[in-house]
T-cell receptor, first 113, second 114 residues
Framework: AQSVTQPDIHITVSEGASLELRCNYS??????LFWYVQSPGQGLQLLLK??????LVQGIKGFEAEFKRSQSSFNLRKPSVHWSDAAEYFC???????????FGAGTRLFVKA | ETGVTQSPTHLIKTRGQQVTLRCSSQSGHNTVSWYQQALGQGPQFIFQ???????GRGNFPPRFSGLQFPNYSSELNVNALELDDSALYLCASSLASGGAGELFFGEGSRLTVL
């Protein structure tokens, strides 16, 4: 069955430190992969997406993600975290043959001063 | 460009009642998907509408139903509400049907069932 897994329920990083949020997927073929961010009481906003081509994808707010087929992973990274990055982050996957985007359970990011 | 708007933002119902949630899709988008997000969980796919027809459905019972109108706005109806239906209901519009396109989300309707 198709699935997206985020192993970390929550992560705490210091402001200015680097960040990596993990995401693993299980699909029959290479899916379309997304990272969304949700601030408290808000809907989800797209950070970046991978469809094909270059495996390192740049997104908004200084985020990037790397697609690794051999590890079935699509981890999100940021070199220097700001306090405003504190939010819930969701990895998601979809494909052209299906009709839905599947979301992981999310990772809540806490940023300490 | 108008984004995705949902109404109402919050509502409280009692078990057994019925509820209708509304969504206006982003301008030019012909596909609407509905998701249920329980507290502390990721969004779970309910169903998708493309050009006024249901295009796919997740693992939700028939008491969850929907409509899409000619202007691509949409409704989610839930009958015989249960306590476990308490959640944030998210509407997302997109340019492409299926699971390949970017989803544009509204801020959600938070339903509490007592």
């Amino acid at each position: 069955a198709q699935s997206v897994t985020q192993p970390d329920i929550h992560i705490t990083v210091s402001e200015g430190a680097s960040l990596e949020l993990r995401c693993n997927y299980s699909y029959g073929a290479t899916p379309y992969l997304f990272w969304y961010v949700q601030s408290p009481g808000q809907g989800l906003q797209l950070l970046l997406k991978y469809f094909s081509g270059d495996t390192l994808v740049q997104g908004i707010k200084g985020f990037e993600a790397e697609f690794k087929r051999s590890q079935s992973s699509f981890n999100l990274r940021k070199p220097s975290v700001h306090w405003s990055d504190a939010a819930e982050y969701f990895c998601a996957g979809g494909n052209t043959g299906g009709f839905k985007t599947i979301f992981g359970a999310g990772t809540r990011l806490f940023v300490k001063a | 460009e108008t984004g995705v708007t949902q109404s109402p933002t919050h509502l409280i119902k009692t078990r057994g009642q019925q509820v209708t949630l509304r969504c206006s899709s982003q301008s030019g988008h012909n596909t609407v998907s509905w998701y249920q997000q329980a507290l502390g969980q990721g969004p779970q796919f309910i169903f998708q509408y493309y050009r006024e027809e249901e295009n796919g459905r997740g693992n939700f019972p028939p008491r969850f139903s929907g409509l899409q109108f000619p202007n691509y706005s949409s409704e989610l109806n839930v009958n015989a509400l249960e306590l476990d239906d308490s959640a944030l209901y998210l509407c997302a519009s997109s340019l492409a049907s299926g699971g390949a396109g970017e989803l544009f989300f509204g801020e959600g309707s938070r339903l509490t069932v007592l």
